[in-house]
C-alpha cells in the first residue's frame, strides 16, 4: 500500500523556475514520488518549504514508497508526480533513460545501520553477528535501493575481511523475510519480529522504537538520493521550487538533522546526455 501523507494540505510554492506555471484562477497540486525512506523527513521540509516561501498557493501530495514502486508507476503514467526522489542512483538513472524526468540532482546521502529491538535481546554488537545460526533477519527486497545496498554491506565486510569467508551467504540464510520497503523492516523489527535488520542510519535516528549497532564506513555502499523534476509534471514551476529549496542550505539543514548526509559536491553520475535522450 502506498501511503500519502500531508495529502491536499495547502502549501506556498513561489512561482519561480523554469518550465509551465500554476493555473491561473485556482491551486494546483504538486505531487512528490519519494522513496518511503524519506518518508520521517520529507513533512518536516514541506513545513520549512512553506514558512520560507510565500507566493502562489499550491497543494503539495506526498506519495511514500519503494523506489522500484514509484519508478513503475510513473513509467505507466509519466503525468502521475511532478517531483521524483529516488533512494538511488539506478532508478533515477533509468528515469533518465526514459526521458521521464529533467537532470536528476544529489539530493543526499545515507549509511546503513543494523536495527535491533530495544535492550538488544540477541546481543548484536556487528555485522559479523548477522551470521549467527538461528538468527532471524528482515531485509528489503533486492529491488529496493535499501535491500541492495544491504546485501552488498554483507559482501563487502567478507571481502575486506571484517568477517569470516562465507558470511555474506550465512547471514543471508538467515533472513527470513524480504520487504517492499524499507520502512517495513524497521517495523519488523520494533515489535520483535525478528532480531535484527539492517535499514539506514536516518530510519533510526532518534526512533524509539529500534536501537542502531554500527556498521564499518568501509563497508558501507554508496548510498546517494537524487531528485529531479519529472519532465511531464503539471505545475513545473512548483516542482522546480520545491527541488531547489530541498537543495538550499535551509532544506539540506533539515536532512542532515534528520540523519541524513549532506548531499555530496560532485554532481551525480547521471549524464545530461542521457537525459535529453527520448
Known sequence: MSRRALALLSLCLCACGAGGTAPSGGESTVTVFAAASLSRV?????DAFATAVRSPQRRILADYEG???????????PTLADVFASADRAHMDEAVRRGLVETPRALAANR????????????????????????RI???????????????????????????????????ANVVTR?????????DVAVGAVDAGIVYASDAHGNSRIAAVSIPVADQPAALYLVAVVKRAH?????????DFL????????????????APAAPPPTSSAAASSP
Do not use: C, M
Open 179 to 187: 520487504q517492499t520497503q524499507v520502512e517495513t523492516v524497521v517495523s
Open 138 to 172: 528482515s531485509l528489503a527486497d533486492v529491488s529496493v535501493p535499501a535491500g541492495k545496498y544491504a546485501e552488498q554491506t554483507l559482501q563487502l565486510a567478507e571481502s575486506r575481511h571484517d568477517a569470516p569467508a562465507g558470511f555474506a551467504k550465512a547471514a543471508l
Open 42 to 46: 520529507l513533512p518536516s521540509e514541506l
Open 247 to 262: 537543495l538550499s542550505p535551509a532544506g539540506q539543514r533539515v536532512l542532515v538533522d534528520a540523519g541524513f548526509l549532506p
Open 67 to 77: 523506489t522500484q514502486a514509484l519508478l513503475a508507476k510513473l513509467e505507466a503514467d
Open 112 to 135: 546503513l545501520v543494523i536495527a535491533v529491538p530495544p535492550g538488544n535481546p540477541a546481543h548484536i554488537t556487528g555485522l559479523a553477528d548477522l551470521a549467527r545460526p538461528g538468527l
Open 235 to 243: 505545475d513545473r514551476s512548483g516542482a522546480q521550487a520545491l527541488v
